[in-house]
T-cell receptor, first 109, second 113 residues
Framework: GQQVMQIPQYQHVQEGEDFTTYCNSS?????IQWYKQRPGGHPVFLIQ?????EVKKQKRLTFQFGEAKKNSSLHITATQTTDVGTYFCAGAPGNQFYFGTGTSLTVIP | DTAVSQTPKYLVTQMGNDKSIKCEQN?????MYWYKQDSKKFLKIMFSYNNKELIINETVPNRFSPKSPDKAHLNLHINSLELGDSAVYFC????????????FGPGTRLTVT
């Protein structure tokens, strides 16, 4: 079945350090989305990538979609305590999205 | 105004009971979903419902049944609850399938004892 894996599963960083989570699919994706879930909260949509090799930025966050449309990454520059949470990618090989396993980010002040 | 709402927020019940979780969205979206998030944070889609077409995740036991009285509501009914059903259940909606962002409700934490 469809699998979307993320690494690492957990990441602890010192405030100010950079952070990257990687998303890998076993099949080619038509598009990919990223969500953030704060502790005790619900997933909140961040961005969608559609084109091969696409790169999008939101302030300190940089999102990339791989050339083969099977992988993606989220990079956070100079993490802040407000970045704490679990980051999920969600890939769509067709009309159905499959969420990745998530990366839980802890930022140490 | 809350875009996607769920009730109840917490649900504690005993094994074997039947329970329902309600979901409502006021966004005018065509598609609604139910997700299960376990203790390891894995977020698994259970159902999606688009214009009266129900897509079922084949791994979901048939004790779980979605009911949609109208486009704005998608309730989840669970029969004969088991310990393994304990999880957080999220409802979500989107304008369509495949290329649209999903808006999640606040979640319902179900604990089966």
């Amino acid at each position: 079945g469809q699998q979307v894996m993320q690494i690492p599963q957990y990441q602890h960083v010192q405030e100010g350090e950079d952070f990257t989570t990687y998303c890998n699919s076993s099949t080619t994706l038509s598009n990919i989305q990223w969500y953030k879930q704060r502790p005790g909260g619900h997933p909140v949509f961040l961005i969608q990538l559609v084109k091969s090799g696409e790169v999008k930025k939101q302030k300190r966050l940089t999102f990339q979609f791989g050339e083969a449309k099977k992988n993606s990454s989220l990079h956070i520059t100079a993490t802040q305590t407000t970045d704490v949470g679990t980051y999920f990618c969600a890939g769509a090989p067709g009309n159905q999205f499959y969420f990745g396993t998530g990366t839980s980010l802890t930022v140490i002040p | 105004d809350t875009a996607v709402s769920q009730t109840p927020k917490y649900l504690v019940t005993q094994m074997g009971n039947d329970k329902s979780i309600k979901c409502e969205q006021n966004l005018g979206h065509d598609t609604m979903y139910w997700y299960k998030q376990d203790s390891k944070k894995f977020l698994k889609i259970m159902f999606s419902y688009n214009n009266k077409e129900l897509i079922i995740n084949e791994t979901v036991p048939n004790r779980f049944s979605p009911k949609s009285p109208d486009k704005a509501h998608l309730n989840l009914h669970i029969n004969s609850l088991e310990l393994g059903d304990s999880a957080v259940y999220f409802c979500a909606s989107s304008p369509g399938t495949g290329h649209y962002e999903q808006y999640f409700g606040p979640g319902t934490r179900l604990t089966v004892t």
